[in-house]
């Protein structure tokens, strides 16, 4: 029901940065909420970061003091800063968007873009 288009993936040294951006294909402020997940070969796919339409903010253990999820309601974006990256931070990072006036709850995925950092 929602495209998702994920950008801004690459290549970055430990200790590096990279901003990851997510274009919805309608207002963000329909849709509950927006997120980040991420997953590697022969792992479940993990929650990295949400926000929801009200703007409360959810992280991982593992994301908290390090990536902040912000939102572009005008430009219908979503993003994932990412500092201080780590070699266990590589994996597949997709947008997802949730409806929660469906039950059960309506879930959409980007493609996914790929985070690599080195060691």
């Known amino acids: 029901q929602v495209q998702l288009v994920e950008s801004g993936g690459g290549l970055v040294q430990s200790g590096g940065s990279l901003r990851l951006s997510c274009a919805a294909s309608?207002?963000?402020?329909?849709?509950?909420?927006m997120g980040w997940y991420r997953q590697t070969p022969g792992k479940q796919r993990e929650s990295v970061a949400s926000?929801?339409?009200?703007?409360?903010?959810y992280y991982a253990d593992s994301a908290k003091g390090r990536f902040t999820i912000s939102r572009d309601n005008a430009k219908n974006m979503v993003y994932l800063q990412m500092n201080s990256l780590k070699f266990e931070d590589t994996a597949v990072y997709y947008c997802?968007?949730?409806?929660?006036?469906?039950?059960?709850?309506?879930?959409?995925w980007g493609q996914g873009t790929q985070v690599t950092v080195s060691s």
């Open positions: 997802n968007a949730v409806q929660a006036t469906y039950y059960p709850p309506r879930v959409s």
């Open positions: 309608e207002s963000i402020s329909s849709l509950n909420a």
């Open positions: 926000i929801t339409n009200g703007g409360r903010t």
